[in-house]
């Protein structure tokens, strides 16, 4: 449903009528049905849905620190959003799922006090979300295009290093090169685990950088002699 309100073009109501609040399945305690299917897409559209579903996902970027994470946000939060309904008259789309997003983040469930400190602090990250993003909606978009792009160069930096490091049999590296990814940045933990000497580990980080530094070359149209150094 989601994915067919952002085509098309329903026009708004005229200036100064309200819309009808779209109550969500949970308070429904049922699928909607095709009338009320049919109303809330129209109401997405009517309401810039791509536009905010960008904003949000921004948002989320901003939390989560990763795409994929920005990603499972928004779409958890776009689940919540049929669950539990919207009232356009009372807030903007792009500032309900940003608030959506923020209660999937937060996992706030419901006690009065966590509540409130939970508003407090999410009104804080949107002052600063929105310095940030006073911008076009195609400036956030090329932004987070941007940022998407980062994020898959470095991954394609990763499976360049390994695949030089198997070609090399370099395994202390391809074991630091595992371990750095699961979150382990501690080489005496590194050597613990895996049985070897911790001082293999820092001799490693030498052939690691030599590494590096071709691939970088490499990147540059610069080709460095293999095998120097030891």
């Known amino acids: 449903m989601l994915a067919r309100a952002a085509m098309g073009g329903t026009p708004a109501p005229g200036i100064g009528e309200p819309w009808a609040p779209v109550i969500g399945t949970d308070r429904l305690r049922r699928p909607f049905t095709d009338d009320e ?11 810039d849905f791509n536009g905010a579903r960008r904003y949000a996902l921004l948002f989320a970027r901003r939390l989560a620190r990763s795409n994929a994470g920005a990603q499972d946000l928004l779409g ?19 500032k309900r799922l940003c608030r959506l997003v923020w209660s999937e983040w937060t996992h706030e ?8 400190q939970a508003e407090e602090r999410f009104a804080l990250e949107m002052k600063v979300h929105d310095a940030d993003t006073a911008k076009s909606t195609e400036q956030l978009a090329v932004r987070l295009a941007d940022e998407q792009a980062e994020e898959a160069h470095a991954r ?20 630091w090169l595992d371990e750095t990814l699961a979150g382990e940045t501690d080489m005496r933990k590194m050597a613990q685990k895996s049985g070897r000497d911790v001082q293999e580990f820092y001799a490693a980080s030498k052939r690691r950088a030599r590494i590096v530094a071709e691939l970088l070359a ?9 095998g120097k150094g030891s």
Do not use: C
Not at 79 to 86: A, D, F, H, Q, S
């Open 218 to 226: 490499e990147d540059n149209g610069v080709t460095q002699d293999e």
């Open 156 to 175: 394609r930096m990763v499976d360049r290093l390994r695949q030089r490091l198997i070609e090399r049999k370099d395994n202390v590296n391809l074991i």
């Open 37 to 47: 299917r049919s109303y809330f897409e129209k109401v997405l559209r009517a309401h």
């Open 76 to 94: 958890r939060a776009l689940l919540r959003l049929v669950r539990w309904g919207w009232n356009p008259n009372e807030a903007t789309l792009a």
């Open 109 to 116: 469930k419901g006690e009065d006090a966590r509540r409130q």
